[in-house]
């Protein structure tokens, strides 16, 4: 006796389809094309794969019911073929596709899921529908707001597939609605190191979801790094206010970055007072650079920051103590690069060429300042960021910016580096 095989199969399996179609109304998602869904290779029957009997009689009246629109009817149907005692294998994985079709019609989410976890799982599943399958696992989960199942599958999808940028949105979303802060992040460093190798450019709500993940976490570095991108790529003035606010409440700066802060706050004319001023010019002092600390004073006296008011006496008392210490530190300058010279310590030769750049020896500091990098210096990162800035303060615009957008990496002293990259390129863009 030849035993019945399902007529149309490809009709309740496009059925099946239109079900996912209008529960996947998700912008995360591209549109599916139910002509390639299920049928293309995915479910190829081998020659020897018959179903038997009984299973085959039951999905046949399944099939009926499905195309009349008898969902419940098609279910029993499924659910008798289900009860036969003697099933193969081949009848299990057909009655998984049929009951995956009912149910996605239907909407009964939890029993599609289910059954698509069957399907995905088997072996005779070829890849590129497996790959489809994950597509509306994800999609019709999303919809139920079953986040948990939806991410599961969306990262089975770009385990299987590799990047894709709407399935990789739809993971973050996932993880944001749970507030699964850690998932997040984790998913999401590794979609931006996956741009990053590819030279993609990342989406900017990408960015922001991983900003909340690390403000919930109270990681204000990671928060800091994701508006350092945000600002990098999409230069809105929230961004700026943003990142620029939460680098002066960090508590973790070292007196170097915070420094390195004032002057970027100068710089875009968010630092202004004298109390600020004065503060960021004994900063310098007390970083061994006492005649950056005088530029500074001059350009905020230039700008009538300074030099008025009732404190205008005790502002040019201060102004004549830095003048003081300048001066010392010109006169001494040699001794200090012999020194740094002689030192196996970066710091040294990191501050005395520096020095040298400030008081117009700029050939001569840059290269000692390069032979105390050589030296390996205890935060490389900030060792570079103030080579950036020597090369600024000489004058060598494109190679500090060069440099900065190179530190890309993580950390407080590549953000600022990136920050200073983008002021001066803005800058040069301006004139």
């Known amino acids: 006796m030849t035993l019945p095989r399902l007529k149309h199969s490809r009709m309740w399996l496009f059925a ?64 008798a073929a289900n009860a036969v005692s003697t099933k193969s294998a081949y009848d299990t994985y057909v009655i998984a596709q049929m009951r995956a079709a009912v149910a996605s019609q239907m909407g009964n989410v939890p029993v599609a899921l289910k059954a698509y976890d069957m399907l995905i799982n088997n072996e005779r599943t070829q890849d590129d529908a497996r790959k489809q399958m994950l597509l509306a696992q994800a999609s019709m989960a999303y919809t139920a707001r079953n986040y948990a199942a939806s991410a599961q599958a969306a990262a089975h999808y770009l385990k299987l597939a590799g990047p894709d940028q709407k399935i990789q949105s739809l993971l973050l979303q996932d993880y944001y609605l749970q507030q699964d802060w850690k998932h997040l992040i984790s998913a999401g460093r590794e979609i931006l190191a ?11 709500n990408h960015l922001q979801m991983l900003a909340t993940a690390h403000d ?57 007072s004298p109390e600020e001023l004065q503060d960021m010019a004994e900063r310098a002092i007390q970083m061994g650079l006492p005649q950056l600390a005088l530029k500074l004073l001059d350009e905020g006296a230039h700008r009538h920051h300074l030099g008025s008011g009732t404190d205008a006496n005790a502002q040019a008392r201060f102004h004549t103590f830095v003048e003081e210490q300048a001066a010392q530190a010109r ?39 390069q032979q ?19 090369l600024m303060d000489a004058g060598h615009h494109a190679e500090a910016v060069r440099l900065f957008s190179r530190m890309d990496g993580s950390g407080t002293a590549n953000d600022l580096a990136q920050l200073w990259a983008l002021h001066l390129a803005s800058k040069a863009a301006a004139h």
Request: no cysteine; net charge neutral; hydrophobic share 40%.
């Open 216 to 272: 919930k976490l109270h990681e204000m570095s990671g928060k800091a790094d994701m508006y350092v991108q945000l600002v990098k790529y999409y230069p809105r003035t929230q961004y700026w206010q943003l990142l620029i606010h939460d680098l002066t409440t960090d508590t973790s700066l070292t007196p170097r970055m915070v420094f390195n802060l004032q002057r970027l706050r100068f710089v875009t004319g968010l630092l202004n």
């Open 16 to 79: 099946g389809l239109v079900g996912i179609s209008n529960m996947a109304a998700t912008h995360f998602l591209p549109d599916y094309h139910a002509d390639r869904f299920f049928v293309a290779s995915a479910y190829a029957e081998e020659a020897e794969d018959t179903l038997s009997q009984d299973v085959g009689k039951s999905l046949q009246q399944a099939q009926t019911a499905l195309a009349a629109h008898q969902m419940a009817k098609a279910m029993s149907f499924v659910d």
């Open 372 to 390: 105390g990098l050589a030296k390996k210096p205890e935060h490389p990162d900030m060792a570079r960021l103030n080579l950036g800035m020597a």
């Open 194 to 204: 996956e741009n990053h190798k590819t030279h993609q450019q990342p989406l900017e």
């Open 331 to 369: 006169e001494g300058l040699a001794n200090s690069v012999a020194q740094a010279k002689a030192s196996p310590k970066a710091g040294p030769s990191l501050t005395a060429g520096y020095n040298l750049v400030l008081n117009g020896q700029v050939a001569q500091g840059l290269h000692l300042m």
